[in-house]
């Protein structure tokens, strides 16, 4: 049952009354569909909002496009009238409201005449009129929540898509980690074909994919032994060390990483972890390595600009709007290329793919309506995607296509976002246990050793 619709319930049976912000539309403009029997209220400071976002091709001008259609689908020829219309079998109604004006001993408490006012005056409109019914503003903006609260209207954010926080284990390495395990439980590992039966370690059957790291203790020296639960052949595999274009892993979760790059029966990788850990590093290695497996590898990442300037608000061409956008990628290609002489094969491969456009480097705004087939396609700062987002980019996979998706779920610049309803954490949540799906969580930072204490101690 909805989070929302579940929060508040009265004694009595009549249905709620849900006042949308415009923040909620932009966030999921099927959102209206997903309060149960309740109704919804649209102030009309919503629409003069979402008449701002309705041209344009980022993911907000698209939810803006899509809720105005859902809308006028609803109410056909016909008008809204007081009651609203129908939203579909076993949901509630849906009505726009007329700006209303703070009660009279609300004026003087906001003097700036907002949208985000006008939209809290309107709620506190509809809680008058509906004494007898549970009446609460939706909305992600926090600010917005505490000033509802403030006057005694009830807010709540959307939570839906939001995962809870108690189940969260997204931030968390599942590896699986035996201290001195017997010898002869896991020498198959590292002998004869790499592998043990799952038998050995466990009565219950691991979910596919996954991670154990046995430490072995032998004279004060402690090393580790890798390994992976493959679902198709029901045994523990060796993660062996792999090298790809360069670059080799510095660290266990690195090599848990480049495994998982490099593996063509994993076509759906989820990389977190802070700065300088390696992610995009090691993902973009991997596509190089196999680049003969694909036709096209593309790195993007999401344009996150403050306000609803798009991309073509920025000065210049369309490479100089890019560029602030790309360089953090092509920054990492160039640490591959640098571990390759001037001149050298490598190099020169690299430079031919760019020029090619075999290797495509481009802000995810420019790849919507596309179709990914045969494509290695890496998706860096992906905790800034909503989780329609994501399931938008992975529904537009082909045939032999791969994409990794890398993020820190604690450095989110979407304002509406956090740690629990992007789409990276959703994502992880969603898909866990499945074979073409990995997950892998890098803890240490390689980018230098400065990088490393200024993240644990700044």
């Not at 989070?3 to 849900?18: A, L, Q, V, W």
């Not at 390595?289 to 996150?304: A, G, K, Y």
Request: glycine fraction near 8%; include cysteine; hydrophobic fraction near 35%.
């Amino acid at each position: 049952m909805d989070t929302n619709s579940e929060t508040g319930r009265k004694k009595d049976k009549k249905p709620k009354i849900f006042v949308l912000d415009t923040n909620i539309i932009l966030h999921d403009f099927k959102a209206i569909r997903k309060f149960q029997e309740n109704d919804i209220v649209i102030p009309m400071a919503v629409l003069e909002e979402l008449d701002k976002f309705k041209k344009g091709n980022d993911n907000l001008s698209f939810n803006a496009r899509g809720f105005m259609r859902e809308l006028d689908k609803l109410s056909g020829n016909g008008l809204f009238g007081s009651d609203g219309v129908p939203i579909g079998k076993n949901l509630g109604k849906i009505r726009i409201e007329l700006n209303h004006p703070f009660p009279e001993d609300l004026k003087d408490c906001f003097q700036d005449d907002t949208q985000d006012h006008r939209i809290l005056a309107t709620a506190i409109w509809v809680k008058s009129k509906h004494p007898d019914r549970f009446v609460a503003l939706v909305t992600k903006d926090i600010n917005l929540r505490m000033k509802s609260k403030a006057v005694g209207m009830e807010a709540q954010d959307y939570l839906t898509d939001k995962i809870d926080e108690a189940k969260v284990e997204y931030t968390k390495n599942e590896v699986i980690v035996m201290e001195n395990p017997e010898w002869e439980t896991v020498q198959g590992l590292v002998n004869g074909h790499g592998s043990i039966p799952y038998k050995n370690l466990q009565k219950e059957m691991p979910q596919p994919n996954q991670l154990y790291k046995f430490r072995i203790d032998k004279g004060g020296n402690t090393s580790n032994i890798c390994a992976r639960y493959d679902s198709k052949s029901r045994n523990i595999v060796l993660v062996k060390s792999r090298y790809a274009y360069g670059i080799s892993p510095r660290n266990d979760e690195q090599k848990f990483a480049l495994d998982a790059c490099l593996n063509p029966d994993i076509q759906l990788v989820s990389l977190t972890g802070g700065a300088g850990t390696g992610k995009t590093l090691l993902a973009l290695a991997a596509a190089l390595e196999q680049e003969r497996e694909f036709d096209q590898i593309i790195l993007s990442r999401p344009t996150v600009i403050l306000g609803n300037q798009e991309i073509g608000f920025l000065p210049g061409d369309q490479k100089s709007k890019m560029g602030p956008f790309i360089q953090p990628l092509m920054d990492n290609l160039d640490v591959i290329r640098r571990c390759f002489k001037p001149g050298s094969k490598q190099a020169m491969k690299i430079d031919a793919m760019l020029k090619d456009e075999k290797l495509l480097i481009s802000p995810l705004a420019y790849i919507r309506g596309r179709s990914l087939g045969k494509v290695f396609f890496i998706v860096d700062e992906a905790q800034n995607l909503t989780p329609h987002e994501i399931k938008t980019i992975i529904t537009r996979a082909g045939d032999y296509t791969k994409i990794v998706f890398t993020g820190d779920i604690f450095q989110i610049d979407q304002p509406y976002l956090d740690m629990y309803s992007n789409g990276l954490t959703h994502l992880g949540e969603k898909l866990s246990g499945q074979p073409l799906f990995e997950h892998i969580n890098l803890t240490k930072g390689e980018r230098s050793e400065l990088s490393e204490i200024a993240s644990k101690l700044l």
